[in-house]
């Protein structure tokens, strides 16, 4: 593992505690494999409260479920189904266990088993998978250029909805994970880099040497996080070419980032991104919106020698924080931690006047507490069972 700089921190023993627990045994570059099987069953997506994506995977011919296809404690696991239904194809595909719309889990826990891609010997393999939160129950956007930017064209790929017999089924082990980074990994991004700089789409692109990812503009953002609008403000005044990432194609997407010396962005899905960097020096400045670790993101750091710069960017609130990346609301500020960040740097903090700051923070305020509270009611279970009644009421 790299040193991390910590002076940004609010406390640095959530960091400290991580990096001597971590079992991560740094980068293994033994050549991935696959396992294989005969006459697999492969189940869709099911739901199962348990388990984040729900169960599903691939199943043997005498009902076990195959662990290789199970992906961390998000994914997989056996239910009942009617086998004399089920068709069965006479030939051999390669399994991805889950494809997820999921941007940052799709980079981390689907990219990862694409390794064959530069294996001629797997180029005519169809490629079956299973899906999640697709609403139209195919890959679309970004996702599926990303796929086609692998060499991957829309005849090879098999999204499965019912479940379905093959004679046999290999899948490629991951690459990359909590505790593991396999060099082949890189090989990966390397080939999706290539076919970028092929393509038309960016030849007309100016490439900047510091962005700034926001999820300022993005919907999700207005329900989820309060105060990254200031941050971008300050970024933007020395320099940082802000840009969101939902607004752009994957193909702009990585040719900005790999052009970049330095990117900052909120902690979560989006310093993953940083993959595609390029060969020269890079700097990822990370802007905690919690003090709870990113796991993934540290062996993204090593596997790809990417200096990351931590800071504590959240407002304490009576000792609240989102108690991880995925449970918000998130109260965002450019606060102390920024400021001496930026004057370490020699770049400019702008500080607002007294007037100002009390008018800024009392409309955060009120924001996050409204998003704190629609938070709390969307668990409440006799609330559930209410609105469930109001809508079933307006239908009729």
Same mark, same amino acid.
């Given at each position: 593992?790299?040193?991390?700089?910590?002076?940004?921190?609010?406390?640095?023993?959530?960091?400290?505690?991580?990096?001597?627990?971590?079992?991560?045994?740094?980068?293994?570059?033994?050549?991935?494999?696959?396992?294989?099987?005969?006459?697999?069953?492969? %189940?869709?997506?099911? @739901?199962? &409260?348990?388990? $984040?994506?729900?169960?599903?995977?691939?199943?043997?011919?005498? =009902?076990?479920? !195959?662990?290789?296809?199970?992906?961390?404690?998000?994914?997989?696991?056996?239910?009942?189904?009617?086998?004399?239904?089920?068709?069965?194809?006479?030939?051999?595909?390669?399994?991805?266990?889950?494809?997820?719309?999921?941007?940052?889990?799709?980079?981390?826990?689907?990219?990862?088993?694409?390794?064959?891609?530069?294996?001629?010997?797997?180029?005519?393999?169809?490629?079956?998978?299973?899906?999640?939160?697709?609403?139209?129950?195919?890959?679309?956007?970004?996702?599926?250029?990303?796929?086609?930017?692998?060499?991957?064209?829309?005849?090879? %790929?098999?999204?499965? @909805?019912? &479940?379905?017999? $093959?004679?046999?089924?290999?899948?490629?082990?991951?690459?990359? =994970?909590?505790? !593991?980074?396999?060099?082949?990994?890189?090989?990966?991004?390397?080939?999706?880099?290539?076919?970028?700089?092929?393509?038309?789409?960016?030849?007309?692109?100016?490439?900047?040497?510091?962005?700034?990812?926001?999820?300022?503009?993005?919907?999700?953002?207005?329900?989820?996080?309060?105060?990254?609008?200031?941050?971008?403000?300050?970024?933007?005044?020395?320099?940082?070419?802000?840009?969101?990432?939902?607004?752009?194609?994957?193909?702009?997407?990585?040719?900005?980032?790999?052009?970049?010396?330095?990117?900052?962005?909120?902690?979560?899905?989006?310093?993953?991104?940083?993959?595609?960097?390029?060969?020269?020096?890079?700097?990822?400045?990370?802007?905690?919106?919690?003090?709870?670790?990113?796991?993934?993101?540290?062996?993204?750091?090593?596997?790809?020698?990417?200096?990351?710069?931590?800071?504590?960017?959240?407002?304490?609130?009576?000792?609240?924080?989102?108690?991880?990346?995925?449970?918000?609301?998130?109260?965002?500020?450019?606060?102390?931690?920024?400021?001496?960040?930026?004057?370490?740097?020699?770049?400019?903090?702008?500080?607002?006047?007294?007037?100002?700051?009390?008018?800024?923070?009392?409309?955060?305020?009120?924001?996050?507490?409204?998003?704190?509270?629609?938070?709390?009611?969307?668990?409440?279970?006799?609330?559930?069972?209410?609105?469930?009644?109001?809508?079933?009421?307006?239908?009729?």
């Amino acid at each position: 593992m790299k040193d991390y700089i910590t002076k940004y921190l609010y406390n640095d023993s959530y960091m400290k505690k991580f990096l001597s627990d971590t079992q991560y045994m740094g980068i293994d570059k033994e050549t991935p494999s696959f396992f294989r099987a005969d006459d697999v069953t492969i %189940l869709p997506t099911k @739901k199962d &409260p348990n388990l $984040f994506w729900g169960r599903g995977g691939a199943i043997t011919n005498e =009902g076990k479920f !195959i662990e290789a296809s199970r992906v961390g404690d998000a994914f997989g696991g056996y239910y009942d189904f009617e086998k004399e239904k089920v068709p069965f194809y006479r030939e051999t595909v390669i399994y991805i266990p889950v494809i997820p719309n999921h941007w940052g889990h799709f980079l981390l826990d689907c990219l990862c088993r694409f390794w064959f891609i530069n294996d001629d010997k797997y180029k005519d393999y169809r490629i079956a998978f299973c899906g999640y939160n697709w609403s139209n129950n195919q890959v679309e956007g970004n996702y599926l250029e990303l796929l086609h930017l692998m060499g991957i064209d829309d005849s090879r %790929l098999i999204y499965i @909805k019912e &479940p379905c017999s $093959f004679a046999c089924v290999l899948i490629p082990e991951p690459t990359l =994970g909590y505790t !593991i980074a396999n060099s082949s990994y890189r090989n990966i991004i390397d080939t999706i880099i290539a076919n970028v700089y092929k393509s038309e789409i960016i030849k007309n692109l100016q490439p900047y040497e510091k962005i700034y990812f926001s999820r300022a503009h993005f919907w999700r953002s207005s329900i989820r996080e309060v105060g990254e609008k200031e941050i971008e403000n300050q970024f933007a005044i020395n320099g940082f070419k802000i840009l969101s990432p939902e607004q752009l194609n994957v193909h702009e997407q990585i040719f900005y980032i790999n052009n970049a010396k330095i990117m900052a962005c909120t902690n979560g899905t989006l310093p993953h991104n940083s993959i595609f960097r390029g060969k020269h020096d890079f700097e990822l400045i990370i802007l905690a919106k919690t003090p709870i670790i990113n796991p993934p993101q540290f062996v993204i750091d090593d596997l790809f020698d990417i200096n990351s710069v931590y800071i504590d960017s959240f407002r304490k609130i009576m000792n609240y924080y989102a108690p991880t990346y995925g449970e918000d609301p998130f109260w965002l500020s450019d606060n102390n931690n920024l400021e001496n960040f930026f004057l370490d740097r020699g770049y400019i903090f702008e500080k607002k006047g007294k007037i100002t700051y009390f008018a800024v923070t009392c409309k955060q305020f009120f924001r996050f507490e409204y998003l704190l509270a629609r938070k709390k009611l969307s668990k409440n279970k006799y609330l559930k069972v209410l609105r469930n009644i109001i809508c079933r009421g307006c239908k009729n």
